[in-house]
Nanobody, 114 residues
Framework: QIQLVESGGGLVETGGSLRLSCSAS????????MGWYRQAPGKQRESVAL?????RRTYAEPVKGRFTISRSQNTVILQIDSLKPEDSAVYYC??????????WGQGTQVAVSS
């Protein structure tokens, strides 16, 4: 079992920045893919940014050029710049082990005021 602990959400103005962090409570285990999903009210959860153990990154089209994902061991950071109101959502940390098992964080709220 892996626990994901997130931090860094908050309320910012349009154009502002936030830094989300997520750490997995494991040692001696390499997680294959870590990243972030988000879910806005009334919408489905969607992938935002992912990074695998080889540091290959994938970004959702709406966030390219504004979001940057990085990783050190089993900690993943999402740097969010140039925030827009449509980025407002609950952001969930995601981890997938080589076995295929998937884990989720508890979610952290990002709210962007216009």
């Amino acid at each position: 079992q892996i626990q994901l602990v997130e931090s860094g959400g908050g309320l910012v103005e349009t154009g502002g920045s936030l830094r989300l962090s997520c750490s997995a409570s494991v040692t001696g285990i390499t997680i294959h893919t870590m990243g972030w999903y988000r879910q806005a009210p009334g919408k489905q959860r969607e992938s935002v940014a992912l990074i695998d153990s080889s540091r290959r990154r994938t970004y959702a089209e709406p966030v390219k050029g504004r979001f940057t994902i990085s990783r050190s061991q089993n900690t993943v950071i999402l740097q969010i710049d140039s925030l827009k109101p449509e980025d407002s959502a609950v952001y969930y940390c995601y981890a997938r082990r080589w076995s295929g098992d998937v884990y989720w964080g508890q979610g952290t709220q990002v709210a962007v005021s216009s």
